[in-house]
């Protein structure tokens, strides 16, 4: 972590090039993937995410009765926010002018443009 870094989300405005919808990205730590699971994806609308994430974490859980669940969430908690705003930039959106944390997230997310 970086100086003056929290162990937070942040939130980062991002609008699609062509239809101009605008969404929220967000990169750091999801702690609402760590409480609720896989069901941030799907609350965000991302599906195959939920579906894969569901998936894993239950055969996890069958197997070691509920600890190796736990465990995949605390590690995907810390990965979940990037993959999220990564997918949505492949999907053609582009962050906002002006948005405070653009730059950050950009940083951040290894993102160049």
Known sequence: ????????????????????LVKTGYY?????????GPFPPLFRGDFLTF???FVVV???GVFTVGIGSFFAMFVWS??????YTK???ERGY????GDPNA???????????
């Open 94 to 97: 582009d962050f906002v002018e």
């Open 51 to 53: 579906i894969g994430i």
């Open 103 to 113: 730059a950050l997230a950009k940083a951040k997310l290894g993102v160049m443009r």
């Open 1 to 20: 972590m970086f100086a003056g870094e929290t162990l937070m989300a942040t939130a980062v405005m991002l609008k699609h090039r062509e239809s101009g």
């Open 58 to 60: 239950a055969i996890l």
């Open 87 to 89: 997918r949505l930039l």
């Open 78 to 83: 810390f990965f979940y926010n990037g993959y």
């Open 28 to 36: 750091g730590f999801s702690w609402t993937t760590l409480f609720f």
